[in-house]
């Protein structure tokens, strides 16, 4: 028997982001009053509060931040998977993401690693994961 992978549930307000994913594109929020960054979606600027914000596209280049080794999955649909790196990256705009670092040994991640955006389908969704920015 195979178990599902659990994955995102997109929202209204999360849409644009997973519409963009699929296309292989990482948008960001952008708020039209004080120009800032933002990930994950929010209905307000969480550094001035301005409710107007557009979506922006993003270079999907950064490092990482922090991360750890998964040894122990934490849903049995992910025994396979492991062992993998979940890190924060720190994009290059500011905002830091939850992910997964793909294309490299997860012993070899370190802080400080320049990554880029990996598109990933699983399960009729484009899930976005960071590899070494240099392959």
Request: glycine content about 8%; aromatic content about 8%.
């Amino acid at each position: 028997m195979t178990i599902a992978k659990p994955g995102p549930t997109p929202v209204p307000l999360t849409e644009p982001f997973w519409a963009a994913a699929r296309r292989g594109e990482l948008l960001l929020q952008h708020c039209r009053a004080c120009g800032h960054h933002q990930h994950y979606p929010r209905v307000l600027c969480t550094r001035c509060w301005h409710r107007e914000l557009d979506w922006v596209p993003s270079a999907g280049r950064g490092r990482v931040w922090t991360f750890t080794v998964v040894h122990r999955p934490g849903h049995p649909a992910w025994t396979d998977d492991v062992p993998y790196a979940l890190a924060i990256v720190e994009l290059d705009e500011g905002p830091r993401l939850l992910t997964n670092v793909v294309g490299i040994d997860p012993v070899d991640v370190e802080v400080g690693l320049r990554v880029g955006a990996r598109f990933t389908e699983r399960d009729g969704t484009t899930l976005v994961q960071f590899g070494p920015e240099d392959s």
